[in-house]
């Protein structure tokens, strides 16, 4: 019983800490410091422009070298 009754203060009492830690932690107002001038500017269309030696991408087309299946039952493609 006497465990019992200690855990439940020291429970009751963690609770408490933890909401009044909440409560103070959000009852002051937080404001950015923001910066109105800017300081850099990204030219996307002149690094695009002026890129080199980028790997290229190659297609292969498998679309002729395999025939379409042959339904059941027919011995060619013609209807």
């Known amino acids: 019983m006497r465990k019992t009754t200690f855990a439940a ?27 109105t001038a800017i300081e850099a500017q990204i030219d996307t269309f002149s690094m695009m422009a002026s890129t080199k030696d980028l790997p ?11 025939s379409a299946p042959v339904a059941e039952g027919r011995s060619s493609l013609a209807p």
């Open 9 to 35: 203060v020291a429970a009751g009492a963690l609770i408490l800490a933890g909401i009044a830690g909440w409560v103070t932690s959000n009852s002051s107002s937080l404001e950015a410091e923001a910066s």
């Open 56 to 66: 290229t991408g190659e297609f292969q087309d498998f679309s002729f070298v395999f």
